[in-house]
């Protein structure tokens, strides 16, 4: 079992930062891609930022040159700084991870996809 715990999260005026974290537990092999997503009252989810384990960074237009993505692989731990908060940028934040985990219950590695649960971040003056 892997699990994702974000914190960092909160309420912070026009202009503000805040900083994100996303750190993955379980039996771990391997972490392969991790991302941040948000998702908006009533629209869909959408990704922000991704980050690979070789350190390939990719970056939403919405937010580039405000948010800056970064792991520390040797802690399994996901960051996410943003700064020159908007209002638009009110969402929960999701963090999602790739990961190559053991599986005893089939005694063999498992490949997949897992989600943290959220964290509210609130841009308002």
């Known amino acids: 079992q892997v699990q994702l715990v974000e914190s960092g999260g909160g309420l912070v005026q026009p202009g503000g930062s805040l900083r994100l974290s996303c750190a993955a537990s379980g039996r771990i092999f391997s972490v392969n891609v991790m991302g941040w997503y948000r998702q908006a009252p009533g629209k869909q989810r959408e990704l922000v930022a991704s980050?690979?384990?070789?350190?390939?960074?990719n970056y939403a237009e919405s937010v580039k040159g405000r948010f800056t993505i970064s792991r520390d692989n040797a802690k399994n731990t996901l960051y996410l700084q943003m700064n020159s908060l908007k209002p638009e940028d009110t969402a929960v934040y999701y963090c999602?991870?790739?990961?190559?985990?053991?599986?005893?219950?089939?005694?063999?590695?498992?490949?997949?996809?897992?989600w943290g649960q959220g964290t509210q971040v609130t841009v308002s003056s």
């Open positions: 980050a690979s384990s070789g350190g390939t960074t």
């Open positions: 999602n991870a790739d990961v190559t985990s053991w599986d005893p219950s089939r005694g063999a590695r498992l490949r997949d996809s897992y």
